[in-house]
């Protein structure tokens, strides 16, 4: 049901006290209030609307400051706090306007605030669970002063008011970033600048449109056109006198989004185990996650594929098959099929020269030469790459302008830029691990010249193909190129940044540009779903018959991963052959547990494996904590998954991928391996950028 309001604009003083009147006995309430004008003569506009439950409020306008200072200290001291606050006039002698109800706290309330100060509130606040319930700004061109209200952020709402003096072009620009990332405007203030201050949240499920820079006549009559549409005028903002005032607006068809309730998808006939279930809903609402994937392998199968959803109705419903951005997990299928080219004793392209571990980069990947190599360059070897020891720079995300390339740059761009970068220390160095993914994106471009292929992507190609992995893709970086059956997005707070994926670089909401995912490769570029994942931790298991490369290679991977994790030291020492770590279980049957993370500045994910065992992958559509707390379930999963009867479940069929060999399982000891106290980052972020890794 559309919303029943009532609103006025253009009204003096006493004007506004009648319509008031009239609405309040009639059962309104005030939802949006604004005092604009000349000080001396200033004018109001408001909405008011009827609600099912009326609560008591009180409105006061016509206050200078100190008669507003004294009516919030009276009013706060009988257990009334201000809903909203408006102020028109200059900085030093303003006219105040506010609303007040009866509530359980008064919540922060500031008038007079420099932009520098008022942005620090912000922060603040937000930082304490708090959110911005109103703002306002007055003051004269380039003497702005800003009003704020804060409460209690119960519905942990991510919000972003970081815009708080645009102009209309700034306005639109931001508006356009933070829309696509699936933030809406929920308040907007006029400014004296003209401009807007422009507050978002990450509410999806309700209908709005924001108008600004709107004249009185252009106010009404966009009021009129919306009205019969079911929008009614639920913010309403005006700064400027007489036929100079300009209008900013958000029209929307109710106040307030639905609850975001839970749903869980998995393939017909597949029973739900309750405690696993719950895992994923507990760090989910925890951290306030929309959507979340798991597939759960039991030696060779797949016996537990599920897709998470907490969201508003409406909201598309993650599936098993989802696509993920697996960010530093892609390093896991770039190592895969480095160790596949030596299995088939792949030849370096045009000679008879055998590409193995050893393999110098510049042998493997001549075509990055663009000039005289820095010093150590030509030392490089394909193992110093997998195993975090090649002295390359230990991040390239969002380095993309310093390539002095039009954007965006390609991986072979960003390659060719590294070669002249200094390599920070002697390749092979053990004592100076650093993860570096660009190191993995050289690996990326170095499979697909092995494969005779134009990208990382196509180069993958083959090994995809021996796993029959379908859900395997290169990562989208922009909003408008997501396709439908790839998960959302979410950041906390909304963001905007400049974008590395136009000239200009235009703001882009956080997820969506601020660093290039194409171009990362084999260092971060692969989206995926979480079952076919699996399937090459279950390919981990196949000791016969192995369709991803040969028993023989497959240990000798897992065996360097084990030695590297063992005897590799340094500031961020983790990564091996393609696993944040490895550890031999049981050395005599080969058999060892692992695990690769992969963090982005919008979603997290996570592999942990154990080969005859149980191995995880979990995908994340947002964020939990920092350090290792993407596996933070990962303890409850398997052991609910060992506790299991599985009996002959495989799920792989269900997805299109035929059953792989079935081996006997081997117990492994009660307590898995865990994954590292500390897991570093595995994006790591460049200077400017949030370190949310």
């Known amino acids: 049901m559309a919303l029943d309001i009532v609103a006025w604009h253009d009204r003096t003083s006493a004007d506004h006290q009648i319509q008031l009147n009239n609405a309040a006995a009639a059962g309104y309430r005030t939802i949006s209030l604004c005092v604009y004008g000349d000080r001396n003569d200033p004018r109001y506009a408001a909405s008011m609307v009827k609600r099912a439950v009326v609560v008591a409020e009180q409105q006061f306008f016509g206050m200078d400051a100190a008669t507003w200072q004294a009516k919030f200290n009276s009013m706060a001291a009988q257990g009334w706090g201000p809903e909203i606050v408006t102020a028109t006039g200059p900085a030093n002698n303003p006219l105040f306007a506010a609303c007040f109800i009866q509530t359980g706290s008064i919540p922060l309330t500031r008038h007079g605030l420099l932009a520098a100060d008022f942005n620090t509130l912000n922060q603040s606040q937000m930082a304490a669970g708090n959110i911005l319930r109103w703002a306002d700004v007055y003051g004269n061109p380039g003497d702005l002063r800003y009003i704020g209200v804060w409460v209690a952020n119960k519905d942990s709402r991510a919000w972003n008011c970081d ?392 240990q000798t991977w897992m065996a360097n991963a084990s030695a590297a994790t063992a005897t590799i030291t340094g500031p961020d020492a983790h990564g091996f052959h393609g696993f944040d770590d490895v550890f031999t279980v049981d050395a005599a049957n080969h058999l060892f547990a692992g695990d690769k993370g992969g963090s982005l500045t919008t979603s997290q994910n996570g592999v942990h494996f154990e080969t005859a065992g149980i191995s995880t992958v979990i995908c994340w559509n947002g964020m939990t904590p920092t350090g290792p707390a993407w596996f933070s379930p990962y303890k409850v999963l398997t052991d609910a998954a060992r506790a299991h009867d599985w009996g002959t479940t495989d799920l792989f069929p269900t997805f299109g991928m035929p059953a792989l060999p079935v081996l006997k399982r081997i117990p492994l000891p009660p307590e898995p391996i865990p994954p590292r106290a500390v897991v570093a980052p595995h994006m790591l972020p460049q200077k400017g950028l949030p370190k949310n890794m």
């Open 163 to 554: 815009g708080i003096d645009d102009n209309y072009a700034t306005v639109q620009a931001r508006f356009n970033a933070l829309v696509s990332g699936f933030g809406r405007p929920v308040n907007v203030a006029a400014t004296p600048d003209v401009g807007d201050l422009m507050m978002y949240d990450d509410s999806e499920d309700v209908a709005w449109q924001a108008w600004d820079g709107m004249t009185s006549a252009d106010y009404q009559t966009k009021f009129n056109t919306l009205y019969p549409q079911g929008l009614r005028p639920v913010r309403v903002s005006a700064k400027g006198t007489g036929s100079a005032a300009r209008f900013s607006a958000i029209f929307a068809d109710r106040e307030d989004g639905d609850a975001r309730t839970l749903r869980i998808n998995g393939p017909a006939g597949s029973a739900a185990v309750a405690a696993i279930d719950t895992a994923m809903e507990a760090v989910m609402t925890a951290n306030m996650i929309r959507g979340a994937s798991l597939a759960i392998v039991s030696g060779t199968r797949l016996v537990y594929a599920r897709g998470y959803t907490i969201a508003e109705p409406g909201y598309p419903d993650v599936q098993p098959t989802t696509f993920f951005r697996q960010a530093s997990v892609s390093k896991m299928f770039t190592a895969a099929a480095i160790y596949q080219l030596i299995d088939e004793g792949a030849k370096l392209p045009g000679t008879n020269t055998a590409f193995v571990l050893d393999t110098l980069l510049k042998d493997a990947l001549p075509n990055i030469a663009n000039g005289p190599a820095m010093a150590h360059w030509n030392d490089i070897t394909i193992r110093h790459l997998l195993e975090m020891t090649s002295g390359v720079t230990s991040g390239i995300l969002g380095t993309d302008p310093n390539v002095s390339a039009t954007l965006p740059v390609s991986a072979l761009q960003m390659a060719q830029w590294l070669y002249r970068q200094t390599v920070t220390n002697t390749p092979g160095d053990k004592t100076k691990g650093t993860y570096s993914n660009a190191g993995y994106m050289l690996l990326g471009l170095v499979v697909a010249r092995m494969r005779g292929a134009a990208s990382y992507m196509a180069g993958m190609a083959t090994f995809l193909n021996k796993l029959n992995i379908t859900r395997v893709r290169s990562a989208v970086t922009v909003a408008s190129a997501q396709l439908g059956d790839e998960a959302r997005y979410h950041s906390r707070p909304l963001t905007a940044l400049p974008s590395v994926m136009a000239t200009g670089q235009p703001l882009c909401a956080l997820g969506y540009g601020e660093w290039n995912l194409e171009n990362c490769g084999g260092g971060g570029g692969i989206s995926a779903a979480a079952t076919d994942v699996a399937r090459v931790l279950a390919a981990l298991s196949v000791t016969f018959n192995n369709p991803m490369m040969s028993v023989a290679t497959l």
